[in-house]
């Protein structure tokens, strides 16, 4: 396999442009996540590819809700990377959904794909500006241990426990992170399917219809 994007550089230097546009909001919606990160991924689809240290090729947004990921690229031995942005305001608790298990598992059937997680914590001041914080992180999701993550059955997601807790490895496994990821699957749809039975056999009991009230 080739030697992948250097993402420890990417994100120092991406960092450091987030840092020094000093992107701002409406003092008024500073306690409205979604439109933080809205401001946040518009800025690093445009200049995430800057910040890459490798020679990439065909860098391509994303124009859909829907897509796995915000940006994508290959690199010159044409694997490909999907960036995906995930915000998290330092100041609340988050436990957010960091991809489809279903979609993740597709696209890991081509070992030349890698599914990359931005990580940006930040916090809003008085004034609406956005700081980010030094502890921005890029890397794999399989970097990420499965002691920080949760497969979310009824949501078909793979969380964060805590986006205010959490870690990424420098070196990661993907066989045994996916060996994992796959009973971690098992277990979350398991807990699916026992919700389901308790709720079908509420409703499997037999009632008089409609209910007649004594005056």
């Known amino acids: 396999m080739s030697a992948m994007i250097n993402f420890k550089l990417t994100q120092e230097r991406l960092y450091r442009k987030l840092r020094d546009a000093k992107l701002s909001i409406d003092p008024k919606l500073a306690n409205h996540p979604r439109a933080c990160a809205e401001l946040i991924e518009t800025f690093v ?12 090729k065909f860098y391509t947004e994303s124009t859909t ?4 990921a915000d940006v994508s690229c290959y690199d010159k031995d044409d694997f490909y990377y999907a960036f995906d942005v995930k915000t998290h305001n330092v100041d609340k608790w988050g436990m957010p959904n960091l991809v489809s298990y ?17 990580i940006i914590n930040y916090c809003v001041d008085d004034d609406g500006n956005i700081v980010p914080s030094p502890s921005l992180n890029i890397g794999p999701i399989e970097s990420i241990p499965w002691k920080y993550l949760a497969v979310q059955g009824t949501l078909g997601q793979i969380q964060m426990i805590n986006a205010n807790r959490y870690g990424m490895s420098p070196v990661c496994n993907r066989p045994e992170w996916i060996e994992e990821f796959y009973n971690q699957v098992n277990i979350g749809i398991r807990k699916k399917i026992k919700l389901l039975e308790e709720e079908l056999k509420r409703f499997s009991i037999a009632r008089h219809w409609p209910i007649e009230y004594s005056a």
Do not use: R
């Not at 689809?45 to 990439?56: A, R, V, W």
């Open 45 to 56: 689809q445009e200049h995430l590819y800057k910040c890459i240290p490798n020679k990439i």
């Open 65 to 68: 809700a829907k897509a796995l």
């Open 102 to 118: 279903k979609k993740l598992d597709h696209f890991y059937q081509s070992p030349t794909n890698t599914f990359v997680l931005i």
